[in-house]
């Protein structure tokens, strides 16, 4: 639902029922398929700490709804927002009318340069500020606190499924940060 979310707003208003339909068929499948598929095998995106998936859900699913939207524009939708131009069609509308190809053509490199210029942004502020905040603060736990996990990082465990604070008997980390606030360990 997210990345069908994401991919149809930039086409708010300006595509057809049919085109919002294909959209939405793509993005459920394309999305998917980068983070199932491509990811696992990709060396770079491997190198990547994407837990919520941001990068296929947002980028590639705004991404595609943003060139989608470059090819299904309906000329006389775009009226509605932009007036009379005959700058903004989508490009199977401009092949429907072969006297606008190189509207069309022109709005695929509109869109084309709207997804570059917020890939940049979003680059060069990532960039920035993880930088800033890497002088302050390690951005990544180190490798015995991601063994150890949330007790580590907390003082708590974020599920204690053995009862109310009860640890596992396997649990090998006795002490916590937050040892007055945790019950107590029950023996039977």
Not at 12 to 20: D, I, R, S
Not at 114 to 131: D, P, S
Request: with cysteine.
């Amino acid at each position: 639902m997210i990345t069908g979310l994401v991919c149809i707003t930039p086409a708010a208003g300006v595509v057809e029922g049919w085109a919002a339909v294909i959209m939405g068929l793509c993005s459920g499948s394309i999305p998917w398929t980068t983070m199932m598929v491509i990811h696992k095998h990709s060396e770079i995106l491997q190198k990547v700490d994407d837990t919520m998936a941001v990068l296929h859900t947002h980028a590639i699913a705004g991404s595609l709804g943003g060139i989608l939207t470059g090819l299904f524009a309906k000329p006389n939708l775009n009226k509605l927002f932009f007036g009379d131009s005959a700058h903004y069609i989508g490009l199977f509308y401009g092949f429907d009318d072969k006297s606008r190809i190189g509207s069309g053509v022109r709005q695929m490199g509109v869109q084309f340069a709207g997804i570059m210029f917020v890939v940049f942004v979003n680059v060069l502020t990532t960039t920035i500020i993880c930088l800033s905040i890497q002088m302050v603060v390690p951005l990544r736990m180190s490798d015995e606190d991601m063994e150890i996990g949330d007790d580590a990082a907390h003082g708590e465990e974020a599920y204690a499924i053995w009862g109310s604070g009860d640890r596992h008997e396997n649990y090998f980390y006795p002490s916590s940060v937050n040892a007055a606030f945790e019950l107590p360990v029950t023996t039977n």
